[in-house]
């Protein structure tokens, strides 16, 4: 209930001693907490100065207040550290990434010919709708090898190809076959275009009349040599018989 402040004041010196109802009591309890008047008489009438009672009204805001700013500070640091560790974990898989990408292509696994491999390479007309006019290499469909760029030379019985074979870590591991983009043939092999000559005139001088094969490392050094003559390692595999394309025996 709802007391008046005239009835409150009455009432002080009888909620001081304690000798009130309970629901007076109460009631009074009330009042004080809302009536700042009545509340200062109460403080007066108990020998508590009001302004030290606002004194520790004032300490006790700025205690919250600091409080408050600790706790701030506290979900700072632990954002700060997720987010540190965020970064680091991303840094550290970046880095993974990386040295393994550049593990995978730099580290190479070579793959050179021998006799249980499947390479031969062999003159195609284009008399097939999915093949153009040129020289092919056949390999293994399923293989995993890479062709070093081709490179040319004048040789005494004209213009030759040579080429080489390599194999990365990558393709390895990942399948990267001949068949995804080259040409299958019925027997597991599949055709890879080293030469087009589909403008090439018969008579052309500059036609490719031979191509070698050479072994990876062999042809790393013959190209970083600058050499203009056919190399001794270098394999034959194919040259051209009075303009007609036959394999090399």
């Known amino acids: ?138 390999v293994d469909a399923d293989g995993h090898n890479s062709v070093i760029c081709p490179a040319y030379v004048q040789t005494d019985e004209g213009r030759a190809l040579v080429f080489s074979l390599y194999q990365c870590r990558w393709c390895q591991w990942f399948g990267n076959h001949w068949g995804d983009f080259g040409i299958l043939n019925g027997d597991g092999t599949c055709a890879i275009r080293l030469e087009d000559e589909q403008f090439v005139p018969e008579e052309e001088p500059n036609r490719v009349n031979a191509v070698y094969y050479l072994p990876y490392q062999a042809m790393e050094t013959w190209k970083d040599s600058g050499s203009q003559t056919l190399p001794e390692e270098a394999e034959l595999m194919w040259q051209r018989d009075d303009a007609t394309a036959t394999a090399a025996p």
Not at 8 to 32: F, G, I, N
Not at 41 to 61: C, F, N, S, Y
Not at 111 to 127: C, M, P, Q, S, W
Not at 129 to 135: M, S, Y
């Open 1 to 138: 209930m709802k007391l008046p402040c005239y009835l409150v004041r009455d009432l002080l010196p009888l909620y001081k001693d304690q000798v009130c109802e309970p629901d007076t009591a109460a009631a009074v309890k009330e009042h004080l907490e809302e009536c700042s008047d009545c509340r200062a008489l109460w403080e007066k009438m108990q020998g508590i100065d009001p302004a030290e009672v606002e004194m520790e009204r004032t300490k006790a805001r700025e205690q919250v207040a600091a409080l408050q700013r600790v706790k701030r500070e506290q979900r700072y640091r632990r954002f700060r550290v997720v987010l540190t560790a965020v970064v680091a974990t991303v840094c550290v898989v970046g880095i993974a990434l990386y040295a393994f990408c550049s593990y995978a292509w730099t580290f190479l696994d070579y793959f050179d010919y021998n006799e249980n491999a499947t390479l031969k390479v062999e003159y195609r007309t284009g008399d097939d709708a999915a093949e153009e006019k040129g020289i092919y290499m056949v």
